[in-house]
């Protein structure tokens, strides 16, 4: 979550995100027209980019430098690409191709898959375990669990009843989010064992198509975005067999009643009361429109992005404590010229009452991450694991040097 990638008519464009009010402007490329899958290998310069005018083909860039590291054909369209330190994953509708990122070589075709219209397919970002998710089925909701290190399957996950619309891993490759057509109920899976631990409900209104699923770096949030115009932000409670007791407060005695209740209602109806409800929301400004959500870590504050096909990204403040409704602070185009868009309406600045963020943010030092349980600049990363992003997973591999990916020819 610490740079945006996104493809254009003209190109493609890659900005930082580690400013609210200043959107930096890392790269653009105007060399390849039509760009609908552009992917970044974390902080590197290296860009993996698949253009309209040639949808079967896959090119890898040293975007530094300018230079095309090598390129690679398939038998159909493209249609999602996914990698990390150790592998890229190629997603057509009915084959996944894994490479070796190293070296650029093919080390695994997974033939005859369901039918993936979408490319739907998670890959972890946590290189030491590689776990690829993808549709078992075309007809109900089941995930294919793949371990991309030793080429073999690890399980298969009944996670729901119908077909699969979104799928995301943790940070670490230890927990997998999933969402079925329906879009009212997301599932949280265990990795590898693929147990059930924790179920939440979007709502039973209306069907939804859920276009984005998202972990926070340190687990403790699930973000899910959809077609209408409301972002659902969910809290994963630690797992534990007594509960402390509750508050004297009406709340409290109804959820107690609730709870009583469910044990005389059909498993299927206690089942759908007990599930947790959106810790923090986001209500936007359009519907309709494809998006993608991010749950980050900006200046030491937690934050939600929210980017939109019509090229706007917009930031939210996220308090990691109270939850809420979340406050939208800035809007920035990313169709113009690279530079912000200033906010012209009011609404969009941060409200004076005392919110979560704006009181960290006047405090005349700077918060410990003591004071943020789960926030640190680093995303959340456990001490000792954090990576230089410039290294691979098999020693230090420079993208710098001339001679780290040989052209490869096909």
Known sequence: ????????????????????????????????????????????????????????????????????????????????????RQRLVVCLEESIYIHNIKDMKLLKTIMDTPPNTTGLCALSINHANSY???????????????????????????????????????????????????????????????QKLYEFRRGMKRYVNISSLVFSMDSQFLCASSNTETVHIFKLEHLTDSRPEEPPTWSGYMGKMFQAATNYLPAQVSGM????????????????????????????????????????????????????????????????????????????????????AATVARQSTVPSTSTMPGYSEDGGALRGEVIPEHEFATGPVCLDDENEFPPVSI
Request: proline fraction near 5%; charged fraction near 15%; glycine fraction near 8%.
């Open 1 to 84: 979550c610490s740079s945006l990638a996104i493809g254009t008519t003209t190109g493609y464009r890659l900005f930082s995100l580690s400013s609210v009010e200043q959107l930096d402007q890392i790269h653009e490329s105007n060399e390849i027209p039509d760009v609908y899958i552009v992917e970044r290998l974390f902080s590197s310069s290296l860009v993996v980019v698949v253009s309209h005018a040639k949808p079967q083909q896959m090119n890898v860039y040293h975007f530094k430098k300018g230079t095309e590291i090598c390129n690679y054909s398939y038998s159909s369209k493209i249609l999602s690409i996914r990698l990390n």
């Open 273 to 356: 009361m007990s599930q947790d409800r959106a810790f923090a929301t986001v209500r936007l400004n359009i519907s309709g429109q494809r998006n993608i959500c991010a749950l980050s870590t900006i200046q030491k504050l937690p934050r939600l992005l929210v980017t939109t096909s019509d090229g706007h990204l917009y930031i939210y403040n996220l308090d990691p404590q109270d939850g809420g409704e979340c406050v939208l602070i800035k809007n920035h185009s990313l169709l113009g010229s690279g530079k912000m868009e200033e906010n012209k309406e009011n609404d969009l600045q941060p409200p004076v009452p005392q919110s979560y």
């Open 132 to 194: 690829l998710a993808y549709p078992g089925s075309a007809t109900s909701g089941e995930i294919a669990l793949y371990d991309g290190n030793t080429l073999k399957t690890a399980c298969t996950i009944p996670a729901h009843d119908g077909p699969l619309a979104a799928l995301a891993f943790n940070s670490t490759g230890s927990k997998l989010a999933s969402a079925s057509e329906k879009g009212t109920v997301i599932r949280v899976f265990s990795i590898p064992g693929g």
